[in-house]
């Protein structure tokens, strides 16, 4: 277990884990046909400097801005 963990904070510090995690998305998006996942997937992306220096709030920001973005219903939408 020890080794996974290891394994795992290591790969978060490099910011292609996170392009890589981005691409899965927007693939998964276009397997799926979700329409949001184009946003998704450019957070993840967004997220790699953040996360790969340990800057947490912004990378809090990033995704709740995300997240925001994606799920809001545009003025005058009614689906």
Known sequence: MR??????????KEP?????IGLAVAGLGQVFDWD?????AQVV????PALTT?????AAAIVLGGLMGALMR????RQ
């Not at 080794?3 to 978060?12: A, N, P, Q």
């Not at 949001?36 to 998704?40: D, H, I, L, N, S």
């Open 3 to 12: 080794k996974l963990k290891d394994w795992l904070r290591d790969r978060s």
């Open 16 to 20: 292609t884990t996170y392009t890589g």
């Open 36 to 40: 949001e996942a184009p946003v998704a």
């Open 45 to 48: 992306t967004d997220l790699a």
């Open 54 to 58: 340990g800057d947490y709030v912004s």
């Open 74 to 77: 545009e003025k005058g939408s």
